[in-house]
């Protein structure tokens, strides 16, 4: 298990723990958890902000690397942070919808899957 440590050290895990933890809170204060009458739209929007969070976790620098923001690797490494939070606000914004949920899903999801698949470093020219 040494490469899931190197890919997710312990900050960004306690990073994506909180950002899940404050999405909740924002989605409960905001349109409210309705399981009982929406629960394709709870399951969704509960989906979305979990790869969300997890996305945005992935920006949180590696040991050694100081207090710069981790990129990556790529020039449009920035897309996958503005899909993470275009992701996180449709579901934040969809009001109990199932169809903005699982847009937003899709766009969190994608952003997550690009920066759990995309190089870490770029090859450096000597």
Same mark, same amino acid.
Request: charge should be neutral.
């Given at each position: 298990? +040494?490469?899931? #440590? #190197? ?15 404050? =999405?909740? $809170?924002? /989605? ?7 399981? !009982? %009458?929406? +629960?394709?739209? %709870? ?5 979305? $902000?979990? *790869?969300?969070?997890?996305?945005? !976790? ?6 050694? #690397?100081?207090?710069?923001?981790? =990129?990556?690797?790529?020039?449009? /490494?920035?897309? #996958? ?9 449709? !579901?934040?914004? %969809? ?5 903005? *949920? %699982?847009?937003? $899903? *899709? $766009? ?19």
């Amino acid at each position: 298990m +040494p490469q899931i #440590e #190197e890919r997710w050290p312990v900050r960004r895990r306690v990073t994506g723990l909180a950002l899940l933890a404050a =999405l909740l $809170l924002l /989605a409960a204060a905001g349109p409210g958890w309705a399981f !009982a %009458s929406a +629960p394709l739209w %709870s399951v969704l929007t509960m989906g979305a $902000l979990a *790869a969300a969070a997890a996305a945005l !976790a992935t920006f949180v620098p590696l040991v050694g #690397e100081g207090l710069r923001v981790h =990129l990556g690797c790529g020039p449009c /490494a920035a897309l #996958e942070g503005l899909a993470a939070i275009g992701g996180a606000w449709l !579901a934040l914004t %969809s009001a109990h919808d199932g169809g903005t *949920a %699982s847009l937003a $899903l *899709a $766009l969190a999801g994608f952003a997550l899957a690009r920066r759990v698949t995309e190089p870490q470093t770029c090859p450096r020219e000597v």
